[in-house]
């Protein structure tokens, strides 16, 4: 059976640009992650981060006082042509 592939943008506070990778966790697996790292900066854990790894193997590692915003999920699929059918 092959593995649920998931998409997940990360905002950074003060960063223009996006971080974007595809995970092979489920959807459910990543928001307990980023849940998780949530909670232990509510906790007062100042060295909190959110840790994914994606399917290359790249290890991406924000602090979660920096996070803006995490979106988990496909992107829609673009139209292609010219007008409506």
Do not use: C, Q, W
Not at 20 to 41: F, G, H, Q, W, Y
Request: charge should be negative.
């Amino acid at each position: 059976m092959e593995r649920e592939h998931v998409d997940i943008t990360i905002g950074v506070k003060h960063i223009n640009r996006e971080v974007r990778l595809e995970v092979s966790d489920d959807a459910e697996a990543i928001v307990a992650a980023v849940n998780e790292a949530l909670a232990k900066s509510a906790d007062g854990d100042s060295t909190a981060v959110l840790d994914l790894t994606d399917e290359k193997g790249r290890r991406v590692v924000v602090p979660v006082g920096s996070l803006g915003y995490v979106e988990i999920g496909a992107p829609a699929p673009r139209p292609v042509g010219f007008g409506a059918i």
